[in-house]
């Protein structure tokens, strides 16, 4: 009940019951007037006059003191309570909100930005052919003397056999190279009677020397043991670290020591025999030589399924919004290069042609940066998942007899580097990925202040939203929280799937409006998106925004609560012609809610703060609030109780001595069930207030005016 109409409706009655009082006076000194003159009249004719008397008048007045009837819609004052038809064509009040909640968009789900794939085309190792294998079997002439006839018998001297140069094909494309691996093996059968080669003669030894013919400078060599008749012997010379030359000889030098002083017989001429065998191919990271032309080729694919914050398993198509594709080239080389790159899943044109790079021509040591634009191009990744990039190139064949400088760091560089691509939509199958649900906040008042402990039997909370990804499910899970500034918090969790447009009816919604919330929160928000299994299309800028709407019909529990307290209105002493004052309170109530109306007064004007109970303040009247009774779904009878007072003579005495202040408030003990015989409460009860309840209360003045003439 609205407390302050009530009060100053009361006080305004009192003021006019004082004003009556006052005119009342002066009329009675009229009327006393006149009967005067009229006793004069009969004493004067009369036959057996008596004394004259001062006449007495006495009478009351029932005045009213204010009333009115007060609507629940009064007593719970928000804009956002509605009359609304419940079920069974009751009439409830029921809160209705209703907010836009914060939109999350897909924007930049689909970049890929700063992507790099780098190629390389180097040297590595330099590598030639080498001859293979040479086999000398009548190297060198016969061991014996032309004097020797055979068969010989006697002594066989020391001597030289052999002291020859053999020179080598020239090494093909080379001029000048350090090798990092390679070797050649020599091979000795001696089929000789007697050892070749000598352990104690130096002269003797068997060398083999590996020369450069142009200056003779000296490149390796290798040195065999002495080699009994009948036995071979093997000697690898490693060329690491070697510089070979095109022109290269072998330098050979050996001999024997004969029988030793030893008498022996030879029955006829004898031979040995040399084999020189090279490593497959001789390596190197460093040469002066004419490389034969190189060419090469490398796809390398990236997978466009991880692009940005969408998995995407499988693409049909997609359409790039914007994007740029930088590519460096750097040349290492001594050589002229010239190279093409492609893009063989993207189009344009309807996808029409795939999109090539122009020939690039590269100097030797030269770095060519150039770019592909590729707005509004198509892209059909090859397994639905990949996108490719094609290299193609040739190195420079030099003219004969002209060298170049080769090492292994030599290389032909390439990077492409996305610098931006935004796909303005991408069809396909989406794996599930997680988006996150951006964090929102909506406030509102559910109920005033001053209604505490409010508990409401069924709310309906709901998220319809405007999901514009269609056809790819969304599997949504928040929670949603309640929270009210100095109070409680509440929240509940939400989970469901939907596609499309869709509308969420959050769980036990009772949990967050019973807190009273003052702003209402959807936090830790995650969004799935796909399930790997339903083709659709997704665009850059989808969203998904929608409007959260509350519906508490008013079926609720409440425990105690006061009505807030106006300004107290002044009442000045009563005049001496007052002789008593009794009040008398009518109340009729159908609000299930009980509680007392107190009517206060004091003669300090400040004396009515926030509670009841204060310093410096009688009760003038207290009126219980009758409870109607309470049916299983509406109220079935509507409870009245008439209230009377006689002021005492001290409350009298005060009205009459001094300026009081007198305040009506409405204190709400809530929805409660109370013991039959000692009414002490019991429980709190769930109600349903309708449109038609109403709580009335009346207050009404016997006022008894005395006046002695």
């Given at each position: 009940?609205?407390?302050?109409r009530?009060?100053?409706?009361?006080m305004?009655?009192?003021q006019?019951?004082?004003?009556i009082?006052?005119?009342?006076?002066?009329?009675?000194?009229?009327m006393?007037?006149?009967?005067?003159?009229?006793?004069?009249?009969?004493?004067?004719?009369?036959c057996?006059?008596?004394?004259?008397?001062?006449?007495?008048?006495?009478?009351?007045?029932?005045?009213?003191?204010?009333?009115?009837?007060?609507?629940?819609?009064?007593?719970?004052?928000?804009?956002?309570?509605?009359?609304s038809?419940?079920?069974?064509?009751?009439?409830?009040l029921?809160?209705?909100?209703?907010q836009?909640?914060?939109?999350?968009e897909?924007?930049?789900?689909?970049?890929?930005?700063?992507?790099?794939?780098?190629?390389?085309?180097?040297?590595?190792?330099?590598?030639?052919?080498?001859p293979?294998?040479?086999?000398m079997?009548?190297?060198?002439?016969?061991v014996?003397?032309?004097?020797?006839?055979?068969?010989?018998?006697?002594?066989?001297?020391?001597?030289?056999?052999?002291d020859?140069?053999?020179?080598?094909?020239?090494?093909?494309?080379v001029?000048?190279?350090?090798?990092?691996?390679?070797y050649?093996?020599?091979?000795?059968?001696n089929?000789?009677?007697?050892?070749?080669?000598?352990?104690?003669?130096?002269?003797?030894?068997?060398?083999?020397?590996?020369i450069?013919t142009?200056?003779?400078?000296?490149?390796?060599?290798?040195i065999f043991d002495?080699i009994?008749?009948?036995?071979?012997?093997?000697?690898?010379?490693?060329?690491?670290?070697?510089?070979?030359?095109?022109?290269?000889?072998?330098?050979?030098m050996?001999?024997?020591?004969?029988?030793?002083?030893?008498i022996?017989?030879?029955?006829?001429?004898?031979?040995?025999?040399?084999?020189?065998?090279?490593?497959?191919?001789?390596t190197?990271d460093?040469?002066?030589?004419?490389?034969?032309?190189?060419?090469?080729?490398?796809?390398t694919?990236?997978?466009?399924?991880?692009?940005?914050?969408?998995e995407?398993?499988?693409?049909?198509?997609?359409?790039?919004?914007?994007?740029?594709?930088?590519?460096?080239?750097?040349?290492?080389?001594?050589?002229e290069?010239?190279?093409?790159?492609?893009?063989?899943?993207?189009?344009?044109?309807?996808i029409?042609?795939?999109?090539?790079?122009?020939?690039?021509?590269?100097?030797?040591?030269?770095?060519?940066?150039?770019?592909?634009?590729?707005?509004?191009?198509?892209?059909t990744?090859t397994?639905?998942?990949?996108?490719?990039?094609?290299?193609?190139?040739?190195?420079?064949?030099?003219?004969p007899d002209?060298?170049?400088v080769?090492?292994?760091?030599?290389?032909?560089?390439?990077?492409?580097?996305?610098?931006?691509?935004?796909?303005?939509?991408?069809?396909?199958?989406?794996?599930?990925?997680?988006?996150?649900?951006?964090s929102?906040?909506?406030?509102?008042?559910?109920?005033?202040e001053?209604?505490?402990n409010?508990?409401?039997?069924?709310?309906?909370?709901?998220?319809?939203?405007?999901?514009?990804?269609?056809?790819?499910?969304m599997?949504?899970?928040?929670?949603?929280?309640?929270?009210?500034?100095?109070?409680?918090?509440?929240?509940?969790?939400?989970?469901?799937?939907?596609?499309?447009?869709?509308?969420?009816?959050v769980?036990?919604?009772e949990?967050?409006?019973?807190?009273?919330?003052d702003?209402?929160?959807?936090?830790?928000?995650?969004a799935?998106?796909?399930?790997?299994?339903?083709?659709g299309?997704?665009?850059?800028?989808?969203?998904?925004?929608?409007?959260?709407?509350?519906?508490?019909?008013?079926?609720?529990?409440?425990?105690?609560?006061?009505?807030p307290?106006?300004?107290?209105?002044?009442?000045?002493?009563?005049?001496?012609?007052?002789?008593?004052?009794?009040?008398?309170?009518?109340?009729?109530?159908?609000?299930?809610?009980?509680?007392?109306?107190?009517?206060?007064?004091?003669?300090?004007?400040?004396f009515?703060?926030?509670?009841?109970?204060?310093?410096?303040?009688?009760?003038?009247m207290?009126i219980?609030?009758p409870?109607?009774?309470?049916?299983?779904?509406?109220?079935?009878?509507?409870?009245?109780?008439d209230?009377?007072?006689?002021?005492?003579?001290?409350?009298?005495?005060?009205?009459?001595?001094?300026?009081?202040?007198?305040?009506?408030?409405?204190?709400?003990?809530?929805t409660?069930?109370?013991?039959?015989?000692?009414?002490?409460?019991?429980?709190?009860?769930?109600?349903?207030?309708?449109?038609?309840?109403?709580?009335?209360?009346?207050?009404?003045?016997?006022?008894?005016?005395?006046?002695?003439?």
């Amino acid at each position: 009940m609205d407390s302050s109409r009530q009060a100053v409706t009361g006080m305004a009655g009192m003021q006019i019951l004082f004003k009556i009082g006052s005119v009342m006076k002066k009329t009675i000194r009229n009327m006393a007037l006149f009967f005067t003159g009229i006793i004069g009249l009969i004493l004067l004719y009369s036959c057996t006059p008596k004394a004259p008397q001062a006449p007495k008048w006495e009478t009351s007045y029932t005045l009213s003191l204010g009333g009115r009837l007060y609507k629940m819609s009064e007593i719970i004052d928000n804009t956002n309570i509605i009359d609304s038809t419940y079920n069974d064509d009751i009439r409830l009040l029921t809160f209705l909100f209703d907010q836009e909640i914060e939109p999350f968009e897909l924007e930049e789900n689909f970049n890929l930005e700063d992507v790099v794939i780098s190629y390389n085309f180097g040297m590595d190792e330099i590598s030639i052919e080498t001859p293979g294998s040479i086999r000398m079997p009548y190297l060198p002439s016969p061991v014996y003397p032309p004097q020797y006839t055979f068969p010989y018998t006697g002594v066989v001297d020391s001597q030289m056999i052999i002291d020859t140069l053999f020179n080598l094909s020239p090494l093909e494309r080379v001029n000048k190279l350090v090798v990092t691996n390679g070797y050649i093996d020599f091979q000795i059968d001696n089929n000789l009677s007697f050892s070749l080669s000598s352990d104690s003669i130096d002269s003797l030894k068997y060398k083999i020397i590996l020369i450069e013919t142009t200056n003779g400078q000296l490149i390796d060599s290798v040195i065999f043991d002495e080699i009994d008749p009948d036995n071979s012997a093997l000697v690898r010379m490693d060329l690491a670290g070697d510089t070979l030359y095109h022109q290269m000889a072998f330098k050979i030098m050996g001999g024997t020591e004969g029988s030793k002083g030893q008498i022996m017989t030879i029955p006829g001429l004898e031979y040995y025999t040399l084999s020189i065998e090279f490593s497959p191919q001789f390596t190197s990271d460093w040469a002066e030589m004419r490389p034969p032309p190189m060419s090469f080729s490398q796809r390398t694919s990236l997978d466009i399924q991880e692009a940005g914050e969408i998995e995407i398993q499988s693409i049909d198509t997609c359409k790039v919004d914007s994007g740029l594709v930088i590519i460096t080239v750097e040349n290492n080389m001594n050589l002229e290069a010239e190279l093409l790159l492609t893009f063989p899943e993207i189009y344009v044109d309807s996808i029409t042609w795939s999109v090539k790079m122009d020939t690039i021509i590269m100097a030797p040591k030269e770095t060519v940066i150039d770019s592909v634009n590729l707005n509004n191009h198509f892209m059909t990744p090859t397994n639905g998942r990949l996108l490719s990039f094609l290299v193609d190139g040739t190195t420079q064949e030099l003219p004969p007899d002209s060298f170049v400088v080769v090492t292994n760091t030599d290389s032909i560089n390439i990077e492409v580097r996305i610098k931006v691509l935004i796909f303005e939509w991408v069809t396909g199958v989406l794996d599930r990925t997680e988006i996150e649900i951006p964090s929102t906040a909506q406030g509102f008042e559910v109920f005033p202040e001053e209604l505490e402990n409010i508990e409401l039997g069924k709310v309906y909370l709901q998220l319809a939203l405007d999901n514009t990804i269609e056809r790819i499910p969304m599997e949504l899970g928040f929670t949603v929280q309640a929270f009210r500034t100095g109070g409680d918090t509440a929240q509940v969790e939400v989970n469901k799937t939907i596609t499309g447009d869709d509308t969420l009816s959050v769980p036990n919604a009772e949990v967050l409006i019973n807190v009273l919330p003052d702003s209402v929160k959807i936090i830790n928000g995650q969004a799935y998106i796909g399930n790997g299994l339903i083709r659709g299309t997704i665009y850059v800028g989808n969203s998904m925004t929608g409007t959260m709407s509350v519906i508490a019909p008013f079926i609720f529990k409440m425990g105690p609560s006061e009505l807030p307290i106006e300004p107290p209105t002044k009442v000045s002493k009563l005049g001496e012609m007052v002789e008593s004052l009794s009040i008398t309170g009518r109340v009729e109530n159908r609000i299930p809610i009980g509680g007392k109306i107190y009517v206060l007064f004091s003669e300090n004007e400040s004396f009515l703060k926030d509670t009841v109970v204060v310093d410096s303040v009688d009760t003038l009247m207290t009126i219980t609030l009758p409870m109607p009774i309470i049916g299983p779904d509406s109220l079935t009878q509507t409870a009245s109780v008439d209230t009377s007072i006689e002021l005492t003579p001290e409350e009298f005495a005060r009205f009459q001595e001094q300026d009081n202040y007198i305040k009506q408030i409405i204190a709400l003990e809530g929805t409660v069930i109370r013991d039959s015989v000692t009414g002490v409460p019991i429980d709190t009860v769930m109600v349903k207030v309708q449109s038609s309840d109403y709580l009335a209360a009346y207050l009404t003045a016997r006022v008894t005016v005395k006046y002695d003439f």
